[in-house]
């Protein structure tokens, strides 16, 4: 199994900066992309940043300028550091993982989620 532990929510006030920290754990498993998702209460989750083993980064079009991931594959981390925060940026924000998992000679598809980390912008 794999495991993703979140860190670094918090409240700040807008225009504060928070980063947050995502680390994968386990066995037997080969990370390919990592990512940054959102969530209101009540409505879909939403992409925010995603980030490949070879470093190619996508981010959604709210938060290009400010927000950037950043990877460390040797540690299995994926970082967001977000900058020029707003109230709306208050979410549950989650990290994602996708690649494989390897049982033997199977190879299974990876889709990981963190539990949700908490980032409150105040105004």
């Known amino acids: 199994q794999v495991q993703l532990v979140e860190s670094g929510g918090g409240l700040v006030q807008a225009g504060g900066s928070l980063r947050l920290s995502c680390a994968a754990s386990g066995s037997d498993f080969r990370i390919n992309a990592m990512g940054w998702y959102r969530q209101a209460p009540g409505k879909q989750r939403e992409l925010v940043a995603t980030?490949?083993?070879?470093?190619?980064?996508n981010y959604a079009d709210s938060v290009k300028g400010r927000f950037t991931i950043s990877r460390d594959n040797a540690k299995n981390t994926v970082y967001l550091q977000m900058n020029s925060l707003k109230p709306e940026d208050t979410f549950v924000y989650y990290c994602?993982?996708?690649?494989?998992?390897?049982?033997?000679?199977?190879?299974?598809?990876?889709?990981?989620w963190g539990q949700g980390t908490l980032v409150t912008i105040s105004s």
């Open positions: 994602n993982a996708q690649g494989v998992v390897v049982s033997g000679t199977l190879w299974f598809p990876l889709d990981a």
């Open positions: 980030i490949t083993s070879g470093g190619t980064t």
